[in-house]
């Protein structure tokens, strides 16, 4: 339910300095999944990743610029308002962020580190209490001279959060609460890991990869914190001659299907999980209805997926059919500069 309990919002965050709302404030219609825009507040400059706390009262955003930020906002309010001030990450250009021992994480590209602020009882978040540096490089001349966190994710038993490295191919596992440093596994060369999702099981891992567009699944053990690479699996057909970048890859509730999407090839693949959950076909991929899909989504009953995409400035989202989990195209609304979609 909505703050206001009328029904399910949707929260789209977007680039200001490309000409975005901020974050959009949008109802779900039930039946149809259409999103009807209500408002929209820029108190936040650039928030391109958002999570909504649970109890759906407070929102978090990143402030993805040079001197990084995070932001509580009420989502009570309407729009949501501010509560206290942005407060600096100590890292810079922020793209990602996660809830985790009462402490908001942020992943911080530019700086490569992973910052940890409190969170308040009234929702407001405290100076970072810890910012954790990662060190090293990966062979892409432009992209990986060196580390660059872009997601950070807990584990489904609340005991670890990962972090994954696009600039030195990695995933870093700290032990929660804290966050302290744990274990750390390399990821094939010039992969550029970018954002991961478990298996509903929580047993598994799937890593998308930026520089190269695969998915990485990787077996993970919650007792030992450790995670294990298990192979690969393209998400663009061969011979694509187009430049591919994912962004975004999201896993069925029920373990059969993992999206991603991909930009520059401006598809959703839709891939086949076994048993295991070890292996993964492509079954086809479909056009994501617009250009450079940067985040993907899932709603909440699992039917529909939602594509925030960037540089045609929509969200679009997508029927899926439970039987082959191919997803349709049902409808879209502008939304420039769109970076991401959260639900509540």
Do not use: K
Request: net charge negative.
């Amino acid at each position: 339910m909505g703050a206001s309990g009328n029904g399910l919002r949707a929260y789209i965050g977007s680039f200001t300095v490309a000409g975005g709302a901020g974050i959009t404030v949008a109802d779900v219609d039930d039946e149809t999944g259409a999103l009807r825009i209500r408002n929209s507040t820029d108190a936040v400059v650039n928030p391109s990743y958002l999570v909504l706390a649970p109890g759906g009262r407070v929102l978090y955003a990143v402030s993805e610029a040079e001197e990084g930020a995070a932001a509580a906002l009420d989502v009570t309010q309407d729009p949501p308002a501010l509560l206290g001030e942005p407060v600096p990450a100590r890292g810079a250009g922020p793209t990602h962020l996660a809830l985790a021992g009462g402490r908001l994480l942020t992943a911080n590209y530019g700086s490569g580190s992973v910052s940890a602020l409190p969170v308040l009882e009234d929702g407001r978040l405290g100076e970072p209490v810890a910012v954790l540096r990662h060190e090293g490089s990966g062979p892409h001349p432009e992209r990986q001279e060196g580390p660059h966190a872009h997601a950070v994710a807990p584990d489904p038993s609340g005991g670890w959060l990962l972090a994954v490295d696009l600039g030195i191919d990695a995933v870093q596992v700290y032990a929660l609460p804290g966050p302290r440093p744990h274990h750390e596994v390399r990821l094939r060369p010039g992969s550029g890991p970018r954002h991961l999702a478990f298996h509903p099981r929580g047993d598994r891992v799937y890593v998308i990869n930026e520089l190269d567009p695969t998915i990485t699944a990787c077996r993970w053990d919650a007792a030992s914190g450790v995670l294990e690479p298990l192979g690969e699996t393209r998400l663009v057909p061969e011979g694509t001659d187009v430049e591919s970048y994912p962004a975004e890859l999201v896993v069925s509730g029920d373990g059969r299907f993992v999206w991603a999407a991909t930009r520059g090839h401006d598809s959703i693949a839709t891939l086949a999980l076994d048993a295991h959950g070890d292996r993964m076909e492509l079954v086809t991929t479909t056009p994501c209805g617009g250009h450079w899909p940067r985040d993907l989504t899932l709603d909440p009953s699992g039917r529909r997926l939602y594509v925030s995409n960037e540089r045609s400035g929509d969200v679009t989202w997508f029927d899926i059919d439970p039987s082959t989990g191919v997803p349709r195209r049902g409808g879209s609304v502008p939304a420039p500069a769109a970076s991401c979609v959260v639900f509540g």
